[in-house]
């Protein structure tokens, strides 16, 4: 019997948040029992060594276990993605769990897991890898969204995520068991030399957009994003909305692009009408709401529709353009979801449109931090958001696909109501009610600070990153 | 012989089954459903799918059945019978259901398609699952450790009582 080689290397960015996962959970027993911050600290260093180990690796290309994982310049660049949401969501969840002392090893554990699952999807080279990866990110983010336990909401957003999430797994399921069936196998790479267009197939495809699809909460697959963006504790949405994105994302566009190559005709017309509904969808429905924690789910889920439309276009420029908008949105996201969590109250209030009226006023620096993360949103230069949209709707037009970028344009003016809103109720309204005074927190404000550099920067000298999210993606279209 | 007893167990588990939806204890219906379970299992092993079959009895017979009794205990205590079924105006659902499938059953036995391909490697003994799950599977073998683990860690988290 022939054992593969064990080639940690393919996995050593995963292999480093695990054995940090392993140590949080020993340190946890440790005393000191009362206070869990170092917990928080060695997390946070498990998330910068693996950032590191993945630079490291920058440039190698490898297959590792039997062509079950697959090293290469595309999942580095997720993995880089995947570090820098946990690292920021490490530390925005440090003074949040301790300010409602919920702090527990569990939770950093369960953070650093799915991390693991994440970035395992964007390196998997096989069906089941992708299954159990995605399995492994999606147990622990049910865990984590109810683990506000004595807060109805909480529990509530946990139930609703577990059982769609069960239910479009097993879509997910059934949609890699056809697909088997017509091609005989589950590796990746197998199954694109296969090139199947028979009925199974197809039936099999449009299974695993209906899995995926919720994951990336599009519409018609979005329905659980709201609740559970507001029910989560504010930390596990920053969470949910950046990194298991990120890597549903990551999942898609490999397998899509990769493997079922011989249908891209089927799904590039699936994924335009997924594409413009989830964009305005999204984005209309984002305009009726007063909680501030749902509208930006339902913005979250326009951004996707925006994504798609990368890939709708394909090539290098379509595709690269969703890995570039993917890394802004990352720092995008997690902000604006750092000042929300920032300014909440320790009962879960504070979140409504009504409280952050006249906020300018006694927290000058936070709103305006705020202002830069929705602009960015918006997509106004010189931030990310506009580098990222210009890319993603240039490939549209590039494509051909004109309508598209249409829909995409007009949404995004839809979008800039509701953002502009917000900006306008902080800064010219005058405060009600009477706020509780939050205490400044470092790591917070660190979170804010890294997250604001990424977007400028990726505003101002977008090129080299939009270079490397192209050399990224090229390997997958050869 | 082979057909005379591949009979025998698909009667057995048609009539599990059935008993199953017609009994009104749920513990009745419960013992019914290890009987089918465990009649699935030996078709499974008439098919040469061994490892299926073991599988079959330790995880739904075994494992999954002592949780279907222990909550049935738990959520209702003493009144295993109920009244007038709540559910009763959805049993007409049930029948374009059972048309549909008595349909897709006809359409089968008249078309009688190919069967699938192949898979590399199909042999359904214990030694065979084995050898390719340490070796191409190794992987995901591993991963699935690693996804216990989260699973564990999750329930702790939950179930810790605490603030």
């Not at chain 1, 702090?103 to 964007?122: C, D, H, I, K, P």
């Not at chain 1, 209030?349 to 936070?366: C, F, K, M, Q, T």
């Not at chain 1, 400028?456 to 000298?461: A, F, K, P, Y």
Request: with cysteine.
């Amino acid at each position: 019997m022939d054992f593969p080689a064990v080639s940690l290397r393919a996995i050593l960015p995963a292999i480093v948040i695990l054995t940090t996962a392993a140590l949080v959970l020993l340190l946890d027993l440790l005393p000191p029992r009362e206070r869990k911050g170092h917990l928080a600290v060695v997390s946070l260093a498990g998330v910068v060594a693996a950032l590191l180990a993945t630079t490291w690796l920058w440039g190698g290309e490898s297959r590792a276990f039997r062509g079950m994982v697959v090293l290469d310049g595309y999942a580095l660049f997720l993995d880089l993605v995947i570090c820098y949401a946990a690292g920021l969501v490490v530390l925005l969840s440090m003074d949040y769990l301790r300010e409602r002392g919920l702090e527990s090893g569990e939770y950093y554990a369960l953070v650093l897991l799915a991390t693991v699952g994440m970035m395992l999807m964007a390196s998997a080279g096989d069906l089941i890898v992708v299954f159990l990866s995605l399995e492994l990110m999606s147990l622990s983010l049910y865990v984590l969204a109810g683990y506000f336990r004595a807060r109805l909401a909480s529990g509530e957003a946990a139930m609703k995520y577990f059982l769609l999430g069960a239910f479009a797994t097993s879509f997910f399921l059934y949609g890699i068991a056809l697909v088997y069936g017509s091609t005989g196998t589950t590796n990746l790479d197998r199954i694109a030399a296969s090139a199947s267009r028979d009925s199974l197939m197809m039936v099999g495809v449009a299974l695993l957009l209906v899995g995926f699809g919720f994951k990336i909460s599009a519409v018609p697959f979005h329905m659980w994003a709201p609740d559970v963006y507001v029910g989560a504790p504010t930390s596990v949405t920053a969470l949910i909305a950046t990194g298991s994105k990120a890597a549903a994302f990551a999942a898609l566009i490999r397998v899509l692009v990769t493997s079922l190559r011989s249908t891209q005709p089927d799904w590039t017309v699936l994924l335009w009408g997924l594409a413009a509904a989830t964009m305005t969808v999204g984005n209309v429905v984002a305009i009726a709401q007063s909680n501030l924690k749902r509208m930006l789910a339902y913005s979250s889920v326009a951004h996707v529709g925006y994504m798609l439309i990368g890939l709708v276009a394909g090539g290098v420029f379509g595709t690269g353009a969703v890995l570039f908008y993917l890394l802004v949105y990352t720092f995008t996201t997690a902000g604006a979801f750092g000042v929300v969590l920032l300014l909440e109250h320790a009962g879960g209030e504070g979140v409504s449109l009504a409280d952050y009226a006249g906020r300018a006023r006694r927290h000058p620096i936070l709103a305006l931090v705020l202002s830069l993360f929705l602009l960015s949103l918006i997509g106004i230069p010189p931030f990310g958001g506009f580098v990222g949209k210009f890319y993603l709707f240039g490939a549209a037009v590039r494509s051909g696909y004109i309508g598209l970028a249409v829909i995409g344009a007009l949404n995004t003016a839809v979008a800039s109501y509701y953002y502009l809103r917000l900006i306008v109720y902080m800064y010219m309204r005058e405060p009600e009610g009477v706020e509780a005074v939050s205490t400044p927190s470092f790591a917070g404000g660190l979170a804010l600070a890294v997250a604001l550099v990424g977007i400028v920067v990726l505003g101002v000298v977008p090129t080299p990153f939009i270079d490397l999210a192209q050399a990224a993606v090229t390997p997958l279209l050869r | 012989m082979q057909t005379a007893v591949f009979f025998a167990i698909a009667a057995i588990a048609v009539a599990s089954a059935l008993g199953l939806i017609v009994r009104r204890n749920p513990i009745h219906g419960a013992l019914f459903l290890v009987v089918n379970l465990g009649s699935v299992a030996a078709i499974y092993l008439m098919l040469n799918a061994q490892f299926l079959a073991a599988a079959q009895v330790i995880i739904y017979a075994g494992a999954i059945m002592v949780l279907f009794v222990f909550a049935i205990m738990v959520l209702i205590p003493g009144k295993e019978e109920t009244g007038p079924d709540p559910l009763r105006p959805f049993r007409l659902v049930a029948i374009p259901f059972g048309a549909f499938l008595l349909v897709e059953i006809l359409l089968m036995l008249v078309v009688r398609p190919a069967p699938p391909r192949e898979p590399p490697g199909a042999e359904g003994g214990a030694e065979a699952i084995g050898r390719l799950l340490f070796t191409d599977y190794l992987f995901p073998f591993e991963l699935t450790s690693v996804l216990l683990l989260a699973a564990l860690v999750g329930v702790l988290a939950l179930a810790k009582r605490k603030a």
